[in-house]
């Protein structure tokens, strides 16, 4: 089996920052791609950055705010969030599309997510 892990949620004021980890253990041969998907309170789970191959990728509204990047070597995914909002508060959930030890093919896996609240 394979299970993510995130960590770095807290309570922040407007303006401040958080970095958000996520750590992938179990049986795992390669990691597809890793990213960070969030849901605010009353809304659908959305998008919000993915790394996969040395690319990066990121939901227009957090362009220019946030960082993803990953340690391959130990199967981590950060999500560095600065000049944050309140809009940006949501549970952030981590993503990743994992090949397990002798399996053909990757399956997706979700952690159980982190609440990040962005508020004065």
């Known amino acids: 089996q394979a299970q993510l892990v995130e960590s770095g949620g807290g309570l922040v004021h407007p303006g401040g920052s958080l970095r958000l980890s996520c750590a992938a253990s179990?049986?795992?041969?390669?990691?597809?791609?890793m990213g960070w998907y969030r849901q605010a309170p009353g809304k659908q789970r959305e998008y919000v950055a993915m790394t996969s191959r040395g690319h990066t990728n990121y939901i227009d509204s957090v362009k220019d705010r946030f960082t993803i990047s990953r340690d391959n070597a130990m199967n981590i995914v950060y999500l560095q969030m600065n000049r944050l909002k309140p809009e940006d508060t949501a549970v952030y959930y981590c993503?990743?599309?994992?090949?397990?030890?002798?399996?053909?093919?990757?399956?997706?896996?979700w952690g159980k997510g982190t609440l990040v609240t962005v508020s004065s």
């Open positions: 993503y990743a599309d994992i090949v397990k030890v002798g399996w053909d093919s990757s399956m997706e896996y």
């Open positions: 179990g049986t795992i041969s390669s990691i597809n791609a």
